[in-house]
């Protein structure tokens, strides 16, 4: 079956300096793999998508890579700040052949000042 | 703009005993999901929705049951709840198969 590991459990690094996630995952390269965000005692809140023929997708200070080879997603956040402090999970996108959203179990950020 | 509204937002039960937890979005999005969390698990898929009137069983689904009467409204069901149901329990909806999930921000529910 499917599996998703996202590297560290816990990421602290100073403010302004750029953090980067790993999402690693086995057997079948999912057609779209997705980045959501969660702040304690609230809902995942969604920030980016990647399709399998994109290699890299930004969104202001937001960068996904996608590597189907590697079997690999980073997720890089650039001039980081305390506010971006908290639980990244990236999910990869089975719906339609596995049927599910599979989700890691998230790495959390801190950003100290 | 309400998106995804979750209820009730806390709730303590006693083995046995069972309960309905609501999600209701205002999107007009066909697809509706339900997620329970746990420390170290990740988010793990109970019952999901591709419509109105029509369900599915996820990776987690014994001891749950689901309806999906309206559009709108996704109702989890505990029948007899047992101590291992303790969780936060995410509602979660999308417009189209590849779209991503909008969340609600949970229920946590304890099973004592």
């Known amino acids: 079956s499917q599996k998703i590991e996202q590297n560290s459990e816990a990421l602290n690094i100073q403010e302004g300096k750029t953090a980067t996630l790993t999402c690693n995952y086995t057997?079948?390269?999912?057609?779209?793999l997705q980045w959501y965000r969660q702040d304690p005692g609230r809902g995942p809140v969604f920030l980016l998508l990647?399709?399998?023929?994109?290699k890299e997708k930004r969104k202001e200070r937001l960068k996904v890579t996608f590597d189907t080879t590697l079997k690999q997603s980073l997720f890089h956040i650039t001039a980081s700040q305390p506010a971006d402090s908290a639980t990244y999970l990236c999910a990869l996108d089975m719906r339609g052949s596995q049927g599910n959203l599979i989700f890691g179990k998230g790495t959390k950020l801190s950003v100290k000042p | 703009n309400a998106g995804v509204t979750q209820t009730p937002k806390f709730r303590v039960l006693k083995t046995g005993q069972s309960m309905t937890l609501l999600c209701a979005q205002d999107m007009n999005h066909e697809y509706m999901y339900w997620y329970r969390q746990d420390p170290g698990m990740g988010l793990r898929l109970i019952h999901y929705?591709?419509?109105?009137?029509?369900?599915a069983k996820g990776e987690v689904p014994d001891g749950y049951n689901v309806s999906r009467l309206k559009k709108q409204n996704f109702l989890l069901g505990l029948e007899s709840a047992a101590p291992s149901q303790t969780s936060v329990y995410f509602c979660?909806?999308?417009?189209?198969?590849?779209?991503?999930?909008?969340f609600g921000n949970g229920t946590r529910l304890t099973v004592t």
């Open positions: 979660a909806s999308s417009s189209i198969l590849h779209s991503p999930l909008h």
């Open positions: 929705s591709v419509g109105e009137g029509t369900t």
């Open positions: 057997n079948y390269s999912p057609a779209y």
């Open positions: 990647i399709r399998e023929n994109e």
